[in-house]
């Protein structure tokens, strides 16, 4: 009896503990192969760093249009509509272009999924500090900092690629976390820390594309490899800035690059920032996603990714950035003829 009894009490202490284990390893929160991300550093300013910023911020937000965020009910009608939407401005206005074509269709892949990719960031730090941001192509690249619904300050890079039209990563514009865009952004061209040769300008409109605004990331600074092709994204401005970059769908395994931006480890404390440049190469594509050796940190996000002084891409993540193709630059051509 004593020997039952004992045998029983064991099968209900293995049920009680392995039950749960059995469950858990059961659990959807586990996340497929293919579901690999990266963060991105968004530095945030200190509030004593931005008292001329918000009082810049008050003055504009009375002249400039206002925003109109589109919530996540109707991005996901936008997503399942049978029209071709391919972006949506921070006045809610929808871009749909019935004979465009198909968005972030693949371009070049070495590999068939992100499984068999070193996606792990691969470079050295190689960065070089720009001295003179008043000739080409530094002339037309740009400290953005920018301000979220709670009246934090960020600083992300941009590059100008006509008079009124700043490219730059999508995650500067557009929390796909909390599914709202930005609120402000202050963008000064050829910055060189206090020094601000071509002054600045200021923006509350930009443009994201549909596939960055429906996509879930795993925490708000991290992107998901499958989503950095949609990591591009447009700021509009009102005045004019006559240095431009040119944009390119050439690039391949094995190009040189250079990767350009404000990066926040390398300014003054003060959140007047400094260029830099560090050279690498594209290692792999996959998803229309370049994976390189460039060195890139917290504020050189946006920042233009060069081959031959022509943009083939924007700074994501650390080593990541989407692969300009046919349909992304028709994209941004639309956007610049906005």
């Not at 080409?136 to 590059?159: E, K, L, T």
């Not at 609120?183 to 002054?199: C, I, K, M």
Request: aromatic share 10%.
């Amino acid at each position: 009896m004593k020997k039952s009894l004992y045998l029983v009490l064991c099968m209900l202490l293995f049920a009680y503990f392995v039950g749960p284990m059995e469950s858990l390893a059961a659990s959807p929160q586990q996340e497929s192969p293919n579901e690999v991300y990266e963060r991105f550093d968004l530095p945030k300013l200190d509030k004593d760093k931005t008292l001329a910023l918000e009082e810049r911020y008050k003055k504009d937000i009375q002249k400039l249009p206002k925003q109109k965020n589109i919530d996540a009910a109707e991005l996901k009608q936008l997503e399942s509509s049978n029209l071709k939407t391919t972006s949506v401005s921070s006045q809610g206005n929808i871009l749909e272009e019935p004979n465009a074509p198909k968005l972030n269709s693949p371009v070049e892949s070495t590999s068939p999924d992100v499984t068999s990719l070193d996606v792990s960031p691969l470079s050295a730090d190689n960065r070089v500090k720009v001295t003179n941001t008043t000739i080409s192509p530094y002339n037309a690249m740009a400290q953005i900092s920018f301000r979220d619904s709670s009246g934090s300050w960020y600083v992300c890079s941009g590059s100008f690629i006509n008079e009124t039209t700043v490219l730059t990563a999508a995650h500067c514009v557009y929390d796909s976390y909390n599914d709202e865009f930005f609120s402000y952004w202050a963008v000064s061209p050829g910055q060189n820390g206090t020094e601000l040769p071509y002054d600045g300008v200021a923006s509350t409109t930009a443009y994201a594309p549909l596939g960055w605004m429906s996509s879930n990331p795993p925490d708000p600074s991290s992107v998901y490899f499958k989503d950095v092709q949609y990591d591009y994204a447009v700021i509009k401005i009102d005045s004019t800035h006559s240095p431009k970059l040119s944009l390119s769908q050439n690039a391949g395994v094995n190009d040189p690059i250079i990767s350009h931006g404000y990066p926040a480890d390398k300014g003054t404390g003060t959140g007047y920032y400094y260029l830099y440049k560090s050279s690498g190469k594209i290692n792999n594509i996959s998803q229309n996603t370049i994976i390189h050796s460039s060195s890139v940190t917290g504020g050189m996000s946006g920042g233009p990714i060069l081959n031959s002084n022509s943009v083939i891409s924007v700074n994501s993540t650390a080593s990541w950035g989407p692969k300009f193709g046919p349909s992304e630059i028709y994209q941004i051509y639309q956007w610049m003829s906005l």
